[in-house]
């Protein structure tokens, strides 16, 4: 079964961290981009991340800089968003999904998403 699964979600405080990962099966992440977005309550869905098929990294969102990175590990066939510094601003659903190769194609697979709530 063609899928992503989210996981590493929770709870944390304000200044924490968190390590979020998109596990893909029945498919290699090698050839496509993976990006990460997130969706607050009453909002609309926004990009987060993105890492091409050739490790580019893209920032769709400016509030993230300097605090949230992106990787993959293709032996795990799994990428990994690291949040750092999180605020109470980053609480949203949070998730992943595929795009051919490059970060400025269509999305066209999503995981079910983590839910992050960012409170003391």
């Known amino acids: 079964q063609v899928q992503l699964v989210e996981s590493g979600g929770g709870l944390v405080q304000p200044g924490g961290s968190l390590r979020l990962s998109c596990a893909a099966s029945?498919?290699?992440?090698?050839?496509?981009?993976i990006g990460w977005f997130r969706q607050a309550p009453e909002k609309e869905r926004e990009g987060v991340l993105c890492i091409s098929s050739n490790d580019g990294i893209t920032y769709y969102a400016d509030s993230v800089k300097g605090r949230f990175t992106i990787s993959r590990d293709n032996a795990k066939n799994t990428v990994y968003l690291q949040m750092n510094s999180l605020k109470p601003e980053d609480t949203a659903a949070y998730y992943c999904?595929?795009?051919?190769?490059?970060?400025?194609?269509?999305?066209?697979?999503w995981g079910q998403g983590t839910q992050v709530t960012v409170s003391s």
């Open positions: 999904a595929t795009a051919p190769g490059s970060c400025e194609d269509e999305y066209d697979l």
């Open positions: 029945g498919f290699t992440l090698d050839y496509y981009a």
